[in-house]
């Protein structure tokens, strides 16, 4: 069974379009730091479904689609004393953090905006739209997600 997913990255840091451009549009999703999130990338399966969501930008926007397409795997940033991601407490032995890997599958030609997609009925308990909420990595029902396909659709 197919489960989808939020991923959230500033596009300062890694935007969709740096996806578009990486080697066959594929990438790791690393650096996640935070228990919750990262129980949420073990729990993902190949074939699952994301949407690429733009942080911290003007306007934050939904802005495409990737999929799953390596389960997780050791988070090796964590090791690495020079990467902004190191964890002196993460080893080869025992790993505290996780990545997948996920494929481009689909850039929306109009991203969808936070703002617009709060006033959307059906969207009213999505983990994103949930005051305080700041997860990088979120689920996404499956009602959901079919709203949001449709706004992508309906805004070409």
């Known amino acids: 069974m197919r489960h989808y997913w939020l991923l959230k990255s500033e596009p300062s840091t890694f935007s969709i379009g740096d996806l578009a451009r990486a080697p066959h549009k594929t990438t790791c999703w690393e650096g996640v730091r935070n228990y919750q999130a990262r129980n949420f990338l073990k729990a993902m ?3 699952d479904l994301a949407f690429f969501y733009h942080s911290n930008a003007a306007p934050p926007v939904i802005a495409g689609v990737v999929e799953v397409v390596r389960a997780a ?84």
């Open 45 to 47: 399966a190949v074939g």
């Open 73 to 156: 795997y050791p988070d090796y940033f964590a090791w690495r004393s020079r990467s902004v991601y190191f964890d002196e407490h993460s080893s080869k032995d025992n790993p505290r953090w996780v990545m997948v890997d996920v494929c481009l599958r689909n850039v929306f030609r109009r991203p969808l905006p936070l703002e617009h997609l709060r006033t959307v009925r059906g969207l009213e308990k999505m983990e994103l739209l949930r005051k305080g909420s700041r997860l990088s990595v979120q689920p996404v029902r499956d009602r959901e997600w079919a709203v949001i396909l449709g706004l992508s659709h309906a805004a070409r």
